[in-house]
């Protein structure tokens, strides 16, 4: 059975820092993208940031860019978004997702919801003013 656990969030000041992780077990995902998307109460679940395969390309949402670092292990079947200069409009709950497809050779592709095929139960950031 695929899960995919996430942990790291909490409740942080504007301007401070969180590192989620992402563990995955069940199975591997050495050849596809991993994601993370975020959803604040009312509001669709959008992507945030992937990164492919090997952990060297990456894309982020326009408003985290210069913000947030997403990295991966796979040694450790892990994904991590490293978030700085954190926002009280990045207040959300965070999933990580695993892409349907495998990584293209450009680098990460996959933004939207549906093409990503396992879910984590989602982790609560909360960043105050």
């Known amino acids: 059975q695929v899960q995919l656990l996430e942990s790291g969030g909490g409740l942080v000041q504007a301007g401070g820092s969180l590192r989620l992780s992402c563990v995955t077990s069940g199975r591997t995902f050495y050849t596809q993208d991993m994601g993370w998307f975020r959803q604040a109460p009312g509001k669709d679940r959008e992507f945030v940031a992937a990164?492919?395969?090997?952990?060297?390309?990456?894309i982020y949402l326009d408003s985290v860019k210069g913000r947030f670092t997403i990295s991966r292990d796979n040694a450790k079947n892990t994904v991590y978004p490293q978030m700085d200069s954190l926002k009280p409009e990045d207040t959300a709950v965070y999933y990580c997702?695993?892409?349907?497809?495998?990584?293209?050779?450009?680098?990460?592709?996959?933004?939207?919801?549906?093409?990503?095929?396992?879910w984590g139960q989602g982790t609560q950031v909360t960043v105050s003013s």
């Open positions: 997702a695993v892409a349907k497809y495998h990584s293209a050779p450009s680098g990460p592709a996959y933004t939207r919801v549906e093409e990503y095929v396992y």
């Open positions: 990164t492919n395969w090997r952990g060297d390309m990456s």
